[in-house]
């Protein structure tokens, strides 16, 4: 017969601990992380925002055609 004597069990084993350090690391963003996210929906915001300046000022200060736009 085999007998099997486990020191660590759920949590505490080597996998659980394991799993514990997977789940923390990717709950946490980097604070790079978190300035790239700020600055990139600025940016998004600021090209949306320009492009439709451009095709605002192209039809109705240059009077082109939208299709020309």
Same mark, same amino acid.
Not at 12 to 24: C, D, N, P, R, V
């Given at each position: 017969?085999?007998?099997?004597?486990?020191?660590? #069990? $759920?949590?505490?084993? *080597? =996998?659980? /601990? @394991? /799993? !514990?350090?997977?789940?923390?690391?990717? $709950? *946490?963003?980097?604070?790079? /992380?978190? =300035?790239?996210? !700020? +600055?990139? +929906?600025?940016?998004? &915001?600021?090209? $949306? =925002?320009? +492009?439709?300046? *451009? @095709?605002? #000022?192209?039809?109705?200060?240059?009077?082109?055609? &939208?299709?020309?736009?």
């Amino acid at each position: 017969s085999l007998t099997i004597k486990l020191s660590r #069990v $759920g949590e505490h084993s *080597t =996998i659980g /601990q @394991i /799993q !514990k350090l997977i789940a923390e690391a990717q $709950g *946490t963003k980097p604070n790079s /992380q978190r =300035i790239a996210d !700020k +600055a990139s +929906a600025v940016l998004t &915001f600021a090209a $949306g =925002i320009t +492009a439709l300046l *451009t @095709i605002l #000022v192209w039809m109705l200060v240059i009077g082109e055609p &939208f299709v020309f736009a």
